[in-house]
C-alpha cells in the first residue's frame, strides 16, 4: 500500500467522524422498514377493490423499489461515507481522505495554520464530539465535521502546529493543498 507522506512525516491520528452521526440513517431505515410493511399490508388487504387487488403486485413493486430508492439515499450513501471517511493528524499537516478506492485527499499544512475554532451543538458537547474550523494564512477555512474526542484532537492539533515551525526550512511542504 502506498502511503502518501512526504519524508519524515509520521501519522500521529486518524479517526472518522463520531458514529452518532449514523443515528439519524438508523431511524431512516426504521421508518422505510415501517413504510413498506404498511404500504405492502394495505396492497394485500381484502377490502381494496377488485381493480387494485388485481393491479397489486405492480403497485407493490412499484412502491417497494421508491422504498428501496429511498433506503439507499438515506441510509445506504450516509453509512458508505461515513466508512470511507477519515481525519488524519500527521506531523506535517492535518488531512480528510473520502474513498475507498479512488480516494480523494484534502489537507493543510500545519505550518500554514493561523487558528483553530471549535464549535459544538448540545448534543457534540454531550457527546464529546465537535466540528473543528481551521484558517490557513490565505483566509480560507476549512471545516472537520464530528470529531470524535474533539478537545484532545484540537490539543494534539495546536501541539503539533507550534512545534513544527522550525521544521519546514527546507520547503518540503511550502503550501497547503485541497483547502
Known amino acids: ?54 393491479a397489486s403486485p405492480t403497485l407493490t413493486t412499484i412502491g417497494l423499489g421508491l422504498i428501496a430508492i429511498g433506503v439507499f439515499l438515506t441510509v445506504i450513501r ?26 480523494k485527499r484534502h489537507w493543510v499544512a500545519l505550518h500554514s495554520l493561523v487558528s483553530l475554532k471549535v464549535h459544538q451543538s448540545r448534543r457534540q458537547r454531550r457527546r464529546g464530539s ?22 484532545e484532537f484540537q490539543t494534539l492539533v495546536d501541539t503539533e502546529r507550534f512545534g513544527s515551525h522550525g521544521r519546514y526550512a527546507n520547503g518540503s511542504l511550502s503550501e497547503s493543498r485541497g483547502l
Not at 431511524?27 to 404498511?38: E, N, T
Open 130 to 151: 465537535g466540528d473543528l474550523h481551521l484558517m490557513n494564512s490565505r483566509g480560507q477555512t476549512w471545516v472537520l465535521h464530528d470529531i470524535p474526542e474533539i478537545s
Open 78 to 103: 450516509p453509512l458508505w461515507q461515513w466508512l470511507v471517511s477519515r481525519y488524519e493528524i500527521t506531523t506535517h499537516r492535518v488531512a480528510h481522505k473520502l474513498g475507498a478506492i479512488a480516494v
Open 1 to 54: 500500500m502506498r502511503t502518501h507522506y512526504v519524508t519524515g512525516e509520521h501519522l500521529l491520528v486518524r479517526t472518522r467522524a463520531h458514529p452518532s452521526v449514523l443515528i439519524r440513517p438508523a431511524w431512516y431505515l426504521i421508518l422505510w422498514a415501517g413504510a413498506a410493511g404498511l404500504f405492502s399490508g394495505v396492497l394485500a388487504s381484502y377490502t381494496m377493490p377488485d381493480f387494485i387487488r388485481s
